[in-house]
């Protein structure tokens, strides 16, 4: 079976960036299990797996705007550290804010005496990536998959819709 919208795929993949770190993998651990035109992958892979089938192995990279978009400077501010009263923060923490578009996840990159730098871009914006992919597994979904939008083990989903 060919990898088409609304087909539960399983998958072994290694994401790294262009000079080699990588930067998550599958195959120390269980394979990804995902219901492919979900959206759950970002744009670029979901794109090259359309079409695939059991036993394709295939190397991709991704750029920028087909994975975690480019980096957009406007969404690094410095705030008061006065914001942060009573909380221990340190670089690296993420959170979630309250912008005037809505609720944000951000990262703390930096702080002084009296600021703190948040990024909202997420971690990977802006980063070519490279994956090697390899395909486990095509089946067809449920009806109770594709009306939820994600795969089921055999238990259900383990939540009510």
């Keep these: 079976m060919q990898i088409i919208n609304n087909a539960v795929v ?4 290694t994401v790294s960036t262009q000079d080699g770190t990588q ?4 195959r120390d651990d269980q394979p ?6 979900s959206q759950y992958l970002i744009k670029g892979l979901e794109d ?5 089938t059991v036993g ?3 190397e991709l990279d991704v750029a920028p705007e087909d994975a975690y978009g480019e980096r957009h400077d406007t969404l690094v501010q410095m705030v008061p550290k006065s914001m942060f009263d009573g909380m221990e923060i340190e670089v ?27 990024d909202g871009n997420h971690p990977l ?21 594709i009306a939820h939008g994600h795969v089921h083990d055999a238990g259900g989903c383990g939540h009510k819709h």
């Excluded at 399983?10 to 993949?13: E, G």
């Excluded at 990804?32 to 035109?37: A, E, H, R």
């Excluded at 005037?100 to 703390?108: F, K, P, R, T, W």
């Design 10 to 13: 399983t998958m072994h993949f």
């Design 23 to 26: 930067i998550d993998s599958s």
């Design 32 to 37: 990804m299990v995902y219901l492919q035109g």
């Design 48 to 52: 090259a797996l359309q079409g695939k």
């Design 56 to 58: 394709d192995k295939f």
């Design 92 to 118: 690296g923490m993420t959170f979630r804010a309250t912008t005037d578009e809505g609720e944000q996840s951000v990262m703390i990159i930096d702080e002084t005496d009296d600021e703190v730098v948040v």
């Design 125 to 145: 914006s802006g980063i070519h990536l490279h994956f090697d992919v390899e395909v486990l597994d095509v089946r067809e979904a449920t009806e109770e998959e």
